[in-house]
């Protein structure tokens, strides 16, 4: 038995932050957002709307579309690094509102490369005896977000998106996972307060250390670098080549990020799928949400070979191969 994904689905919340919004926030404008990250708008949670209830909609979608039920799921996989509270597991609170009652749910904090951690370890349950696992990648970043920084609040969105990772017979579904990491950059992204190294007190709250904390530039090339090797080492292990890719999905992080990564491998941009310029960064969100819509617009068919490549805080890359 192979692990094959069998249905998707995804989901943002109706408030949507455009640039010209952010204008009337901070020092910023339209152009030198939209030239520099290639993002003219994202969703951001409304008051009172958190993690799980992004999650439990986009879970729902990919649950219709694969045409189970809640009970047929044996394992719920969360990723996310912004759940609804430090305990319990928000994989847990999903679980109940699905009434799954048959999983086991766990949260995974792998940062924009949790969901392709997450449909990893689904992949290795599937072949140990796993039917059913539900993947899910749901992020509330506007709550990490420092709105006075201009250098990142112009940079992430909320959003969910899940897949259902069942077994199934045949030549298709996931042909290999590859994860890495380095934890002597962690320092690049990180959120340095709220933790046990740094509690929750007042000088974490007025120094904003609860907020997402980034060195764009280092992250840049480290980015590029990682993601070009991961995918090449993706494609020497199932003896391929980039031209045999039918679709490239990336974590959805800064266009000019996956236009150089495009233009290292050799790929023609119209065989990469790119939804940033309406979303934003959402972190563990962003290949679920593209790769859903990718399905729905029909550039995902029978027989497509898929690649996916994240990139993150910790830090992490990651990727993984699907045949569809």
């Known amino acids: 038995m192979r692990a094959h ?39 951001v949670c409304g008051p009172g709307e958190a993690c799980s209830d992004l999650g439990v909609k986009a879970a729902q979608r990919a649950l219709e579309d694969a045409k189970i039920s809640a009970s047929d799921v044996d394992m719920i996989l969360l990723a996310t690094c912004t759940g609804d509270y430090p305990l319990p597991a928000t994989a847990c609170l999903i679980q109940q509102q699905l009434g799954a009652k048959r999983a086991a749910a766990c949260d995974l904090s792998a940062a924009c490369c949790g969901f ?5 370890i689904a992949d290795a349950y599937i072949r140990t005896g796993m039917r059913h ?30 897949a259902v990772v069942s077994a199934t017979e045949g030549d298709h579904g996931i042909l290999s996972t590859h994860l890495r990491s380095d934890g002597a950059l962690w320092e690049l992204i990180a959120v340095p307060g709220g933790g046990s190294r740094l509690p929750p007190c007042e000088k974490v709250l ?9 060195k764009g530039n280092e992250t840049f090339k480290v980015a590029v670098r990682t993601l070009e090797e991961i995918a090449r080492e993706t494609l020497t292990a199932n003896r391929l080549t980039v031209s045999d890719l039918d679709l490239y999905v990336p ?8 236009k150089a990564v495009a233009d290292r ?28 819509e990718a399905i729905r617009q029909g550039r995902i068919t029978k027989g497509s070979l898929v690649m996916l490549g994240a990139f993150g805080a910790g830090l992490t890359w990651a990727s993984a191969l699907i045949r569809w």
Not at 13 to 33: C, G
Not at 206 to 214: D, F, Q, V
Not at 251 to 258: D, G, K, M
């Open 5 to 43: 994904i069998t249905g998707t689905g995804s989901y943002v919340p109706a408030k949507i932050l455009s640039n010209a919004d952010l204008e009337n926030m901070v020092a910023t404008s339209d152009q030198w957002i939209t030239e520099r990250t290639g993002i003219r708008a994202r969703a």
């Open 116 to 120: 392709v951690y997450a449909l990893s």
């Open 133 to 162: 696992v539900l993947v899910i990648g749901s992020e509330v970043m506007s709550a990490i977000t420092d709105w006075t920084d201009r250098n990142t609040c112009v940079l992430f969105g909320d959003g969910a998106g899940a």
């Open 206 to 214: 007025a120094e904003k250390l609860n907020c997402i904390k980034m």
């Open 251 to 258: 974590h959805q992080a800064n266009v000019r990020i996956l």
């Open 265 to 292: 491998l050799g790929l023609p941009l119209e065989k990469v799928m790119l939804n940033l310029d309406r979303y934003g960064n959402t972190s563990a969100a962003s290949i679920p949400i593209a790769l859903d």
